[in-house]
Structure formats: C-alpha cells, structure tokens
C-alpha cells in the first residue's frame, strides 16, 4: 500500500476505487499502443503522396479500383488524408481513435481479401486491429493520466 502511496495518482477510474497511477506495465502499454497508432498511421498516410515505402496501389483490390470515381493514386492520396486523421484522434482522443484505427483497419481487410495472394497481410491487418481494440480498451482506464 505505500508504494502505492507513493505512485503519482493522476486521475480515477469512474467503475473502480482503486486510483489509476501513470505508471505500471497497464500504463506503459498503453503509451506504447497509443504512440505506435499515432505515427504509424501518419508516416502510411504521408507515404500514399510520394509511394517510398511501397507503391500502394499494388494493395488496391481491382474491384474497389472499378467502384471509385477516381485514379487509384487519387484515391490512395485520400485514403492518406484518412489515415493521417486517424493517427491525430489516437495522439488526442485514444479512446475514440482506437475504434476508428481499428474499424480502418477492417475495411483494408476486406480490401485486401478481395486481391489473391494477400490474405498474409490482411491477417498481419487483422492483429493489428487487434492491437488498435486493446488501445481503445486501456484507454477507457488511461485517457488524460
């Protein structure tokens, strides 16, 4: 009890007496998932204007290609404006930008099952959505520690 004495105790958690500390293995996690899913997102985004990391069409199912009104490229400049959005709510609003991370992430999912040869990726998407839940989730305990 006194090391928890001791532990800056920055806010409470609204269900439970116990104060929540920045500080801890829970807290340490949860600056790790919530940084991570700031700037991964925003450098992705960026890359969609200048394709050095990868040229991103290649991850666009030819089906969405024909639905959109657009270029591919065109369209990944928008879909970079999404994500680098994406990537501010999780440095501002983790709790909200989880969610949106993770729900983004669904939807290149089911992209990319539609493109043969890249069910690899969409399942390395799939646990990455995973880790955007589980940052929505510390959140609830961690926003504004």
Do not use: C
């Not at 969405?64 to 970079?80: I, W």
């Not at 939807?107 to 493109?115: H, P, S, W």
């Amino acid at each position: 009890m006194a090391r928890l004495e001791r532990a800056r105790v920055s806010a409470f958690d609204p269900v439970s007496p116990v104060p929540v500390v920045a500080r801890g293995a829970g807290y340490e996690a949860y600056q790790i998932l919530r940084w991570g899913f700031t700037v991964l997102p925003i450098i992705a985004g960026l890359d969609k204007f200048f394709d050095r990391l990868v040229p991103w069409h290649q991850y666009l199912a030819p089906m969405v290609n024909r639905l959109v009104p657009v270029d591919a490229h065109t369209f990944l400049m928008g879909v970079g404006v999404i994500e680098v959005i994406a990537g501010l709510f999780v440095a501002f609003k983790p709790r909200f930008g989880g969610y949106l991370v993770m729900a983004w992430l669904w939807g290149i999912i089911v992209n990319l099952l539609l493109i043969p040869g890249y069910y690899d990726i969409a399942l390395r998407d799939f646990g990455l959505s995973l880790g955007a839940l589980a940052l929505a989730r510390l959140a609830t305990r961690f926003e504004g520690v």
